[in-house]
T-cell receptor, first 112, second 113 residues
Framework: QKEVEQNSGPLSVPEGAIASLNCTYS??????FFWYRQYSGKSPELIMS????GDKEDGRFTAQLNKASQYVSLLIRDSQPSDSATYLC????????????FGQGTELSVKP | KAGVTQTPRYLIKTRGQQVTLSCSPI?????VSWYQQTPGQGLQFLFE???????NKGNFPGRFSGRQFSNSRSEMNVSTLELGDSALYLC????????????FGQGTRLTVV
């Protein structure tokens, strides 16, 4: 079992729709959770961080964390073609210092 | 505030050579982590340095090494390059992990021929 799993996609949504990206993790002591966006040929860009159960909203982005289910998700409302990218889920654990474990990423395509 | 700076951006090396990559973190950040990204394996953790000490190391051979200087700048070195070392090498800086956000540099694209 991979430590952090994401559906590879591609996930295709029409412009203006809600895109839902999911991630599961295997280590129960994981404490920090991040979503990165990576455009083709570019480096990952941090878009959301979440540490506690529940929802965290930032503009069109909402991160959701459920530690009991070991599940974290990212919702993108009013999706735009510029949101088309690969979204990486990353998980950190307290006793691992700054080490982040990344999922393989979900490719999102927003069609005009 | 300047971001994470990695140099060089692109490198072409021959098998058997060695290479040194450099990373300057965001001002005030004391932690630097290195990752290797390939199409097949995704983003994989190499090592992390905090206050000049390596705190964690990923599952890579000893040919991969690194260090951090007193100004938090970091270098990683790969010796005896193999074709499979061709990848995007990413550096990320954080203020003071754990549980703090990491910001990536633009990466160094290494091609081994």
């Amino acid at each position: 079992q991979k430590e952090v799993e994401q559906n590879s996609g591609p996930l295709s949504v029409p412009e203006g729709a809600i895109a839902s990206l999911n991630c599961t993790y295997s280590d129960r002591v994981s404490q920090s959770f991040f979503w990165y966006r990576q455009y083709s040929g570019k480096s990952p860009e941090l878009i959301m961080s979440i540490y506690s159960n529940g929802d965290k909203e930032d503009g069109r982005f909402t991160a959701q964390l459920n530690k009991a289910s070991q599940y974290v998700s990212l919702l993108i409302r009013d999706s735009q073609p510029s949101d088309s990218a690969t979204y990486l889920c990353a998980v950190g654990t307290y006793n691992q210092g700054g080490k982040l474990i990344f999922g393989q990423g979900t490719e999102l395509s927003v069609k005009p | 505030k300047a971001g994470v700076t990695q140099t060089p951006r692109y490198l072409i090396k021959t098998r058997g050579q060695q290479v040194t990559l450099s990373c300057s973190p965001i001002s005030g950040h004391r932690s630097v982590s290195w990752y290797q990204q390939t199409p097949g394996q995704g983003l994989q953790f190499l090592f992390e340095y905090f206050s000049e000490t390596q705190r964690n190391k990923g599952n890579f051979p000893g040919r991969f090494s690194g260090r951090q200087f007193s100004n938090s700048r970091s270098e990683m070195n790969v010796s005896t390059l193999e074709l499979g070392d061709s990848a995007l090498y990413l550096c990320a800086s954080s203020p003071a992990p754990p549980n703090t956000e990491a910001f990536f540099g633009q990466g160094t694209r290494l091609t081994v021929v």
